[in-house]
């Protein structure tokens, strides 16, 4: 039985109690007090019987119950000194049976009450005010019984809704109270953060958390009444395994959703894998798939950054020698592997800083920040230089050869007139390099 249900029968029978000394303080010679008496103590009694059973007893008692009653009025030749009896004991099963048993206790009172008159036991009149009100009242507290149960129903279910819908949200949720303690937290909060409800106050101080900039940000003062309300700020989170995981952090006081109501709301989504996958989307879309290198689109705009940036810079544009013959004779596969070595070679001999492209097919580019002639000249050389060595494939080394062209960019020189310089510079050297006047610079692509 439902707690304020209790509290209603234990009130009820209260009235019972309250019965007994009106019923023993009957003018009566003989046997008489002591009949009513009992069968007063019965009836209180059976009402203790039912409320330790949660259950009315059968109906055959209620007859009993009933005929018993009908006795004392007989003796008595009045209802009216158990009339308050009558009254508490409907009120008693109002509140504890169903509306079949209800209404099978109430007319036998009723017949109690009107019985006598009717067959001549007794004189008196009967008070239809007091019959209807054995009647209309035990009727309405049965009323306001199931609106009791179907409140505390619904509220049950609303509160098993509400339990199912945060154990199954997929973003981690934790309640504070005004001085931090947790004091609820879904299962997703502890496993992206560890934390489980009860946890203190030094258990939001163990979270690790950084803005994007790598400064602390203490969840501990943020989850207090006093501290700081983030609004879906990304923040990084260091789990207690040392795995680090992006994260949106949402602060907000309770009252704020909720009118009356003490500590803060703290909703932590893990975007982890959105970043990586929205990373990834940009690593495809600016970076060359095959050599992992940035394409042209993303050097491009690492050349128009220098060219605004006031300080000096250099572009190289690298083309291999007859790399058709090497898709021809050994196949794209193989082909596919050239470029890579090549890539991995390029970067192999860049400094710091440098960004190393491939623009598409086998054009290769370099964007020298800072870089002068001389130091263009020296990092041409350097490249061309790492030409000389076969490239390892799986069909066995690869001797080939590639051109170099390079530019420096003159004050106030567009990014896309360097780049054509540079590409002039490098089909220049071809025709050179195939009549051997330039034997340190000349790899004439040879298949072994």
């Known amino acids: 039985m439902r707690l304020a249900q209790r509290y209603f029968v234990l009130f009820v029978m209260v009235q019972v109690w309250a019965v007994l000394p009106q019923t023993m303080d009957l003018e009566l010679d003989g046997p008489q007090p002591l009949f009513a008496l009992l069968v007063v103590a019965a009836v209180g009694a059976l009402r203790i019987i039912e409320y330790r059973r949660e259950a009315p007893l059968p109906v055959w008692v209620d007859l009993a119950e009933g005929l018993a009653l009908l006795g004392v009025v007989a003796l008595l030749g009045s209802e009216e000194p158990i009339h308050s ?27 109690v009450s009107a019985l006598p008159m009717v067959i001549g036991l007794t004189q008196q009149p009967l008070d239809g005010g007091a019959t209807m009100g054995l009647v209309i009242s035990p009727m309405v507290a049965y009323t306001v019984r199931i609106l009791m149960l179907r409140g505390q129903r619904d509220l049950a279910q609303q509160r098993v809704l509400l339990e199912a819908v945060l154990i199954r949200m997929p973003s981690a949720i934790i309640v ?20 489980r409800t009860g946890s203190d106050t030094s258990a939001l101080d163990r979270l690790l958390l950084h803005d994007l900039n790598g400064v602390p940000v203490p969840l501990a003062v943020a989850a207090t009444s006093a501290g700081m309300h983030l609004q879906n700020t990304e923040l990084e989170l260091v789990r207690e395994d040392g795995e680090w995981r992006r994260v949106l952090v949402d602060v907000q006081a309770l009252d704020e959703q909720i009118p009356g109501a003490s500590g803060m709301l703290v909703e932590v989504r893990d975007i982890t894998d959105q970043r990586r996958y929205e990373e990834h989307l940009h690593h495809l879309a600016s970076h060359d798939a095959l050599t992992g290198l940035p394409n042209r689109l993303m050097y491009q705009q690492r050349v128009a950054a220098a060219a605004t940036s006031g300080r000096p810079y250099a572009v190289m544009l690298i083309d291999l020698d007859d790399f058709k013959s090497v898709n021809d004779t050994l196949g794209h596969h193989a082909g596919d592997e050239l470029l890579q070595g090549v890539a991995q070679r390029l970067q192999e001999r860049v400094e710091d800083g440098t960004t190393v492209a491939r623009l598409g097919g086998d054009e290769f580019a370099v964007l020298l920040p800072g870089a002068n002639e001389a130091v263009a000249a020296a990092a041409a050389a350097t490249l061309t230089a790492g030409f000389t060595v ?23 020189e567009s990014a896309r007139d360097a780049l054509g310089r540079a590409d002039l510079a490098m089909y220049a050297r071809k025709p050179v390099r195939r009549a051997g006047r330039q034997p340190a610079a000349v790899l004439t692509p040879s298949i072994t």
């Open 390 to 412: 076969p490239f390892a494939l799986t069909t066995g080394p690869l001797r080939c050869g590639g051109t170099v062209g390079f530019a420096v960019a003159a004050p106030g």
């Open 176 to 195: 504070t109270d005004t001085d931090g303690a947790v004091t609820f937290v879904n299962p997703t909060a502890t496993r992206i953060t560890g934390l």
């Open 85 to 111: 009896l009558l009254f508490a004991m409907a009120q008693f099963r109002s509140v504890l049976a169903s509306l079949p048993r209800l209404l099978t206790l109430v007319a036998a009172y009723v017949t």
